[in-house]
């Protein structure tokens, strides 16, 4: 097993020409394909959605594209982490077979006129705060659709509404493709795993495990009978604000199959935050199945 790992190559590939010949090679060879997208400075949360993916017979590719559609003009597009040697490392230890990482121009060879636009779903929680977010996600993950023809395409439940609008914008749009959702994964304090916590300063990176205590105490509270999601919103804000210097963009309670937002808390209901900490907009999320009202 270990001489096996040693002798097994991922691949590395940056034009789409090349890499839509593998993929039809390893179609011929009877592989499925799986579909793991990410913007890179890879860490468990990723990873873990490479393990949802293995299984005998697929061909796992994973695209690694900090894409500039989806950042708006004050984001952190070209602050944004990046380190595609210690990426292909890591991918390759995983279990990637194909690591897919394009330039701009090789992904945007042309000003952009055709994009995928999503109604209602993409106008709420981080729609909100990041106009043409979405727009642009969608637009990207529609052409990663195209290029790699995946059969089954995994996201994580870290972001929430991406994956729910991805989920639809497969359905309406007909990709042939499965879209697979995969649980949160947490650094050991509960902070949930993201690229971005390498900007926080050690303040604020002890601070913000708030946002998973609150989100914690919040379904603690739904198991005990709460109700009102007014109430919940308004708990989880409260702490947020005692215990840390955290901002907040949003608090919200939502129902997690459509988005609409919901008075009493009853079936599947998603209770998103999104916090900035000094320069640093974190998002966290718990999805809570409420069976019957007590
Ligand atoms: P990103 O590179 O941030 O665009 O993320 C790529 C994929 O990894 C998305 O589907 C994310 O939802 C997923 N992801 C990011 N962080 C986590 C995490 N902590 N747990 C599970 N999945 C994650």
Redesign the pocket.
């Known amino acids: 097993m270990q001489v096996e790992r040693m002798l097994w190559r991922m691949q590395k590939v940056t034009q789409i020409r090349e890499l839509r010949q593998i993929i039809r090679a390893q179609r011929r060879l009877g592989k499925s394909i799986a579909l793991?997208?990410?913007?890179?400075?890879?860490?468990?949360?990723?990873l873990?959605?490479v393990e949802h993916a293995k299984g005998d017979g697929v061909f796992i590719v994973m695209s690694l594209f900090v894409n500039p559609l989806q950042f708006g003009v004050k984001e952190d597009f070209s602050k944004y982490p990046r380190d595609l040697e210690r990426d292909a490392e890591m991918a390759e230890k995983a279990g990637v077979d194909l690591l897919f990482h394009p330039d701009v121009a090789e992904m945007y060879p042309q000003p952009v006129l055709s994009y995928i636009d999503i109604d209602e779903l993409a106008g709420v929680l981080c729609g909100t705060s990041r106009p043409g977010h979405f727009r642009g996600v969608c637009t990207v993950v529609g052409k990663l659709f195209n290029i790699v023809q995946a059969d089954k395409v995994?996201?994580?439940?870290?972001?929430y509404q991406?994956?729910l609008i991805i989920k639809r914008m497969a359905e309406d749009l007909n990709f042939a493709v499965e879209v697979i959702a995969?649980?949160?994964?947490?650094e050991d304090d509960g902070l949930?795993?993201?690229?971005?916590n390498v900007y926080l300063s050690p303040v604020h990176r002890k601070e913000a495990v708030v946002l998973n205590r609150s989100l914690e105490k919040a379904e603690l509270d739904i198991g005990n009978g709460q109700r009102n999601a007014r109430m919940i919103g308004k708990m989880i804000k409260e702490q947020i604000t005692q215990e840390s210097s955290g901002q907040i963009d949003y608090v919200e309670v939502r129902n997690a199959e459509d988005l609409t937002e919901l008075e009493e808390i009853k079936g599947k209901v998603l209770i998103a935050l999104a916090v900035r900490f000094g320069t640093t907009r974190l998002i966290d999320n718990k999805v809570v199945e409420v069976k019957e009202n007590v």
């Open positions: 793991v997208p990410t913007m890179g400075y890879l860490h468990r949360g990723h873990s959605l995994y996201f994580g439940q870290k972001d991406q994956y995969a649980p949160i994964i947490r949930a795993m993201s690229s971005r």
